[in-house]
């Protein structure tokens, strides 16, 4: 808050959109190194002699592949296939899994969670008010918080107990940018001192805005724009992270749409010329913009779009109706920002 | 972005937009307060030469990162100038919203409509 945030709510919570400009933000993370306050995150604990075969009726992704210390993500599906979240889940242990949840989510996932666990030998605990979490990201992100940590940090997609600025917390290589980076999940009341920490270490402050830039450049789904219980994950692009032998709730619906092939289908696209395309703008030829913003790195409008299947390929010429001008878009293949390595 | 600052040379509109009146012709532009609000400009796409506009209507819209803004008129009139240099250089908005920020310069219709335009004090004392 010291940062000088604007601050909108959501969720129920008072969120850093901004602290200097989401442009600067943005540019520091692709750059530097920022840092993000995601403690609007939820988390949910599972755990005991069945916690693996909840989750794994629970989560689209084959959990036995998710070893000890690693992490994975998936969907939450109904049983008719509509995605119910996309989620991050870190193996603490043989039978110990901490699954981070979208803040707007969290208790619909932890009903869903509890309803499902009363047929299994696991606990499933709400330690959405016992996690503060901070994202570090930006090429210079493990440089930072390697001199900050007592030991070495975790590779990409795995997680480990750690003491940064002399707290504890569980260190996490993953993110929402497209950066290497890692996140932190640590106890509220000791999160201050980390942010200061991190700032002090040269992390620049970044507020959701950018957040929200950054994960449309790297082409990750943001849910309620680009998931939705009306979408399945084969339309949504997220049929890699779908295992259905395994015979999570949805599975056999989204076998099928697998083996239909999808009406529509989310593409990344950006904007030829001028002009930004924004939530809800109709695609010709049916579907709509799920999210469309102003790429900082590429200084255009880019986004995502469901659009119909035959459509659906890279380099296909696509008209957006931007509030009533014609905007021609080209479907771009994922990511839309590369970063230079 | 400089500080906050409302001219007393001009007029201001309650939907943050400010008017130069110079004989039968105002430059119109979106106000210190506005543009903070929206952040960096990142698109303007300015009117066509000859559109009328309307006095408390919208005649054209100011993107930044995170949103998009309508931008209302608050004189009526025919737009007789546009700021071209918007195209390539839309922060120009945040930098200088009171001068190189400039959108339009219209030929007022209504010029008596002036009086119902607000001073830089009254509006300031709207924003608080």
């Known amino acids: 808050m010291a940062a000088g945030a604007k601050l909108v709510p ?10 200097v400009g989401i442009r600067h933000e943005h540019l520091a993370v692709r750059h ?8 609007h995150m939820g988390q949910i604990e599972t755990k005991g002699p069945q916690a693996l075969a909840l989750l794994q009726r629970l989560l689209s992704n084959e959990l036995r592949r998710n070893p000890e210390g690693g992490a994975q993500y998936s969907v939450i599906c109904r049983e008719d296939g509509g995605v119910l979240d996309d989620l991050f889940t870190y193996r603490l242990a043989e039978c110990h899994f901490l699954t981070v949840t979208n803040a707007a989510n969290h208790e619909r996932d932890l009903a869903w969670f509890r309803s499902h666990a009363v047929s299994f030998d696991a606990d499933v605990l709400d330690r959405q008010a016992d996690f503060a979490m901070l994202a570090v990201q930006g090429p210079r992100a493990r440089a930072l918080v390697g001199e900050l940590a007592d030991g070495p940090l975790p590779a990409r997609m795995h997680c480990c107990e750690r003491n940064v600025a002399e707290r504890p917390m569980l260190v996490c290589g993953t993110g929402y940018t497209g950066e290497e980076g890692l996140e932190l999940l640590l106890d509220p009341g000791q999160a201050p001192t980390v942010w200061d920490a991190l700032l002090a270490a040269g992390a620049t402050p970044v507020g959701l805005g950018a957040r929200d830039t950054l994960r449309l450049e790297a082409g990750f789904h943001l849910y309620g724009n680009d998931l939705s219980e009306d979408r399945g994950p084969i339309e949504a692009g997220l049929g890699w992270c779908c295992k259905e032998q395994t015979g999570f709730i949805g599975a056999e619906a989204v ?21 930004i395309a924004r939530r809800g703008n109709p695609v ?58 | 972005m400089a500080d906050a600052s409302y001219p007393d040379d001009l007029h201001y509109h309650p939907e943050h937009d ?90 007022l219709s209504e010029p008596s409509e002036i009086g119902s335009l607000l001073d830089a004090g009254a509006y300031e004392t709207m924003l608080e």
């Open chain 1, 255 to 275: 076998a099928a749409a697998r083996a239909a092939g999808p009406e529509q289908k989310l593409v990344p696209f950006a904007i030829v010329g001028p002009g």
């Open chain 1, 32 to 39: 530097q190194a920022g840092v993000f306050d995601v403690s």
């Open chain 2, 18 to 107: 400010w008017a130069r009146v110079e004989g039968r012709q105002a430059t119109f532009g979106i106000t210190w307060y506005a543009q903070d609000a929206l952040g960096e400009v990142v698109f303007f796409d300015p009117p066509e030469i000859g559109t009328q506009v309307a006095k408390d209507a919208p005649y054209t819209e100011v993107e930044s990162v995170k949103a998009v803004s309508d931008v209302f008129a608050p004189l009526s009139g025919e737009v007789v100038a546009v700021n071209e240099a918007l195209a390539d250089k839309p922060e120009t908005i945040n930098e200088d919203p009171y001068g190189e920020g400039w959108l339009v310069k219209v030929n």
């Open chain 1, 284 to 341: 010709s030829g049916g579907g709509e913009v799920t999210s469309g913003s102003f790429s900082p790195c590429l200084e255009r409008g880019i986004g995502m779009a469901y659009v119909a299947a035959e459509l659906a390929l890279p380099g296909t010429p696509i008209e957006i109706d931007v509030r009533g001008t014609t905007r021609t878009a080209v479907i771009e293949r994922k990511p839309l920002y590369r970063k230079e390595s």
């Open chain 1, 10 to 19: 959501f969720a129920g919570w008072e969120m850093p959109l901004q602290y």
